[in-house]
């Protein structure tokens, strides 16, 4: 195994999830693994129902139920299909703000089996530009470990 530490990391959260068809259980655990790694604020997964976001297994403050598409930083990086970095919360317009303490975020799209988005990562701490790429790569491997799980 390679000593770059997203790929260290990567290796660690698939060994995690290795064998473990129980979808909820696999999001719980990828958002306590996630959280401790990276030391985040609020840390998990918002997943695809109709026309909205649904909030999923995560840790951190509590957080808003539903987002609709196109809304907020995550409704926009699922009807856009792209990943996200907001390094301050306060210039992106329309953020929603679950916690006033969140200042800095990233989320990034998971893909289903058929290529929709399927739901959404979403991370955000108190730090200003707290997310960089290493940070991008480590969550699009995350994404990418999650396709089987979806359709
Ligand atoms: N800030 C997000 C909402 C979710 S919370 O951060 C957990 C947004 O603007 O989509």
Redesign the pocket.
């Known amino acids: 195994m390679t000593a770059d530490p997203t790929n260290r990391r990567l290796a660690e959260l698939q060994a995690l999830i290795e064998g473990e068809n129980n979808l909820v259980g696999v999001l719980a655990n990828l958002s306590a693994a996630l959280h401790e790694m990276l030391s985040t604020l609020?840390t998990?997964f918002?997943l695809v129902e109709g026309e909205e976001l649904l909030l999923g297994p995560?840790q951190?403050p509590v957080?808003?139920y539903r987002?609709k598409k196109g809304?907020?930083?995550?409704?926009?990086a699922w009807d856009e299909s792209r990943p996200i970095i907001v390094p301050d919360?306060e210039q992106?317009p329309?953020?929603?703000?679950?916690?006033s303490r969140?200042r800095s975020?990233i989320?990034v799209p998971v893909y289903g089996k058929s290529g929709r988005v399927a739901g959404v990562i979403?991370i955000?701490d108190e730090k200003p530009g707290r997310f960089n790429m290493a940070d991008l790569r480590l969550l699009e491997g995350v994404a990418e470990m999650l396709r089987p799980y979806f359709d």
């Open positions: 609020w998990g918002y995560f951190g957080a808003c987002i809304r907020g930083v995550c409704g926009t919360v992106f329309g953020h929603i703000a679950c916690s969140s975020e989320v979403d955000d």
